[in-house]
Nanobody, 127 residues
């Protein structure tokens, strides 16, 4: 049974940094493409970043490019999202998602491209 567990959320200062992690079990991690999405209150779930197997190509939403970094740790079956220079709009529930089937470049920004989802972790910008 596949399980994705996000950790690392919390309260963060605008301009600060935070690292989210997503631990994966029940899947062959080496062939698992993954992504981060976020959903702010009253808004649709939106794409943040993806890392696609087998070459670990990375993709980012324009709004986070240059500030966020997605990476994977094969030894720990974990994907990370390093978030720097955080803005107030960072407040959202962050979800990691995965699929053993490699999503097409044109589709990987859609939630429909991912079969497996975590429960989410809350990130809140301190006012």
């Amino acid at each position: 049974q596949v399980q994705l567990v996000e950790t690392g959320g919390g309260l963060v200062q605008v301009g600060g940094s935070l690292r989210l992690s997503c631990a994966v079990s029940g899947r062959t991690f080496s062939s698992y493409s993954m992504a981060w999405f976020r959903q702010a209150p009253g808004k649709e779930r939106e794409f943040v970043a993806a890392i696609r197997r087998p070459n670990s190509d990375t993709y980012y939403a324009d709004s986070v490019k240059g500030r966020f970094t997605i990476s994977r740790d094969g030894a720990k079956n974990t994907v990370h999202l390093q978030m720097n220079s955080l803005k107030a709009e960072v407040t959202a529930v962050y979800y990691c998602a995965g699929n053993s089937r490699k999503p097409n470049t044109g589709a990987l920004r859609s939630p429909r491209a991912y079969k497996d989802w975590g429960q989410g972790t809350q990130v809140t910008a301190a006012s």
